[in-house]
């Protein structure tokens, strides 16, 4: 079966950068950078993958570009750009060369209440939709209502919701959750990523039974169409090895078609981002 993972990261680790790698995290404060993720590839038979953005700079956005400008299996960039930027046309033209772009991201788990929907921002977005830029929702469960209401402002941009909208799987909350995210999937233009859930249950005890009622809300809500695999690599590495990550949801999909392994391995996130066939 065809594999491209659709979501991990690369970075040169800084203290000062990357201030949210916090000490329950030591394991991945050091670089991860693609020559590793290459070796993992190869072990695991995975064809390749989108890189997504960390630090919230251009220089970030040229780092992602310079990666994968390098390395082959890097089909796609999600890079940061200044969406409260009111000339945000001039930042988007210095892209459009750059091919491997497919998309940008905000990190909005972190940002303050209203955030998303001021106008600089929404207009920002609109200009990525015009241009045929996808965008990365990195969001908590608790701003899916918040995300809702911005979400309506754009029904022409394709959008994935990163990490399944980081649910309380570590607390078996999920009763507003799934409300909420069912409302998100009522809205065509809009996709899921299977990524980022160890990190969000019990580091050291869970298991792949604590996943499944969170995973048979976002299936029996976007359908197998609208779902992508992710890694979340190496910031999986706090909670799961690559190998357990893909064998726990390899083994979830087991008994879905062919068909519908391959759409949600690999050619969901082909067409989602717009990817080059090899």
Known sequence: MRIIDSHQHFWKYHPQNHAWINEDM???????LPEELASIFAKEKIEGC??????QTKEETA?????ANKNHFIKGVVGWIDLLNPTIENEIEVYREQKIIKGFRHILQGADKGFMLQQHFVNGLKALAKNNYTYDLLIYHHQIQESLELVKTLDSMAIVVDHIAKPDIKNGNRTEWAKDIKA?????????????MATEADWKNWTAEDLIPYLDTVVAAFGTNRILFGSDWPVCLVASSYNNW???????FSSFSKEEQAKIFATNCESFYTLDKA
Do not use: M, R, W
């Not at 989108?50 to 630090?55: N, T, Y």
């Not at 780092?63 to 990666?67: H, K, Y």
């Not at 893909?246 to 979830?252: F, Q």
């Open 26 to 32: 030591k394991i991945i404060q050091k670089d991860f």
């Open 50 to 55: 989108i890189s997504v953005q960390v630090d």
């Open 63 to 67: 780092f992602q570009i310079e990666c």
């Open 184 to 196: 998100l999937a009522s809205h065509p233009n809009v996709y899921c990523k299977i990524s980022g």
């Open 246 to 252: 893909l064998t726990t949801i390899k083994n979830y």
